[in-house]
């Protein structure tokens, strides 16, 4: 199902569709002579739209939770000595009517807002008919359906000019990234509104340098129309997320070493090709789904048997032996051990379902 919000372009320095769109500033305005150093480094390394929290949600307390309304005059500088846009985070309707008084061009909604419908609804009443591009995170957990009310919350409110910020989503335990980036919510947002600008957030989702390119990378192959990535004039010092921050000039590299594939050729003779590729893929697709279906006739005939001699439907040992034999056989086959795990997972689930039908009957 698809989604209509009304939408405007989200267009600055007037070139439409000019990829990447790059926002780019620190985690957090600390100073005022940090913010203009950082910013003037990010002018001369060609970035023209300087981000900076001035209220942060920070997970624990006792941490830095932003300079507050005192760093609003700083951005105001930025834009008037610099001619930058500027952009910052809003996290209650107070901060909407403070940084609207600044002459902030851009306001964002952070993930922890996102993912409540209270906050989002009081910036949504903050906002209506103020005129201003807002550009709404993904919540921090990973729902595509939260991420689309925020968005329609703020569109009801009359802005037009939204965009989404794909900055990954929470994970428990161990993993490469700070927020795992799930690619399929991105995409499927794109699925669902195909007119709604989305920006990669490598900073967030990375959580330190090394990643940051390889993400940013990803989200331009994916056709997102931009990135916002964290910069400081001084990384390793920074008052929050240090770990993940880089120089202006780093920045500079990191945009430059960028690929930009097109979304579409007009070339016959390479979408013939692809076309002949997709079709190939179509075709293993509907064995996939042929196979699938004949495997659940399988599980219902074992679900009927089992119900006959009164034996529960699942049976630990054998799901896990089975799950171990089918990662080394896929593994063999090229797939990883990750995906294994997630598509024997959603077919035991499925299975279970049929038995459970059955037994049921
Ligand atoms: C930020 O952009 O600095 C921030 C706090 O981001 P998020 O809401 O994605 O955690
Ligand atoms: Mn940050």
Redesign the pocket.
């Known amino acids: 199902m698809s989604i209509t919000l009304e939408l405007e372009a989200f267009v600055f320095d007037g070139v439409p569709g000019k990829r990447p769109m790059v926002l780019a500033g620190p ?1 957090s305005a600390e100073t005022e002579a940090q913010v203009m150093e950082t910013a003037r480094h990010l002018k001369e390394n060609g970035i023209r739209i300087f981000r900076a ?1 001035i209220w ?2 920070r997970t624990r307390p006792n941490t830095f939770e932003g300079v507050g309304k005192k760093g609003l005059p700083w951005l105001k500088h930025v834009k008037e000595e610099l001619s930058m846009y500027t952009a910052t ?1 809003v996290a209650n309707a107070s901060h909407v009517f403070e940084a609207l008084k600044y002459g902030i061009d851009i306001f964002w909604l ?3 807002t996102t993912a409540n419908p209270f906050a989002v609804q009081e910036i949504a009443d903050a906002l209506n008919g103020v005129e201003i591009p807002v550009m709404i ?1 993904n919540p921090v957990n990973p729902d595509v359906e939260l991420w689309i009310g925020a968005l329609e919350r703020i569109n009801q409110a009359g802005i037009k000019k939204l965009a989404a910020i794909h ?1 990954g989503f929470s994970t428990y335990g161990k993993s490469l990234y700070r927020n795992d980036p799930h690619w399929q919510i991105p995409i499927e947002l794109k699925r669902r509104i195909p007119d709604l600008t989305i920006l990669t ?1 490598p900073s ?1 989702i990375c959580g330190n340098r090394d990643l940051l390119f390889e993400v940013s990378q990803k989200a331009m192959d994916l056709n997102f129309d931009g990135l916002i990535v ?1 910069a400081h004039c001084n990384p390793d010092k920074a008052l929050s ?1 240090a770990g993940q921050q880089i120089t202006p000039k780093d920045l500079k590299q990191l945009l430059s070493n960028l690929v930009l594939r097109k979304a579409n050729v007009d070339n016959a003779v390479i979408m013939n090709t692809l076309d002949e590729l997709r079709s190939q893929i179509d075709k293993y697709d509907d064995r996939l789904m042929e196979i699938l279906g004949n495997r659940m006739i399988i599980s219902e005939k074992i679900g009927t048997y089992k119900k006959k001699n009164n034996i529960t439907i699942l049976q630990s040992t054998r799901w896990d032996e089975l799950l171990h034999q089918r990662i080394s056989n896929g593994e063999k086959k090229g797939l990883s051990e990750e995906f294994i795990i997630k598509l024997f997972r959603a077919i035991h689930q499925e299975s279970i379902n049929h038995q459970t039908k059955v037994m049921n009957e």
């Open positions: 985690c929290g942060k949600p985070e952070g993930a922890r995170k900055r957030d967030h964290e997320d």
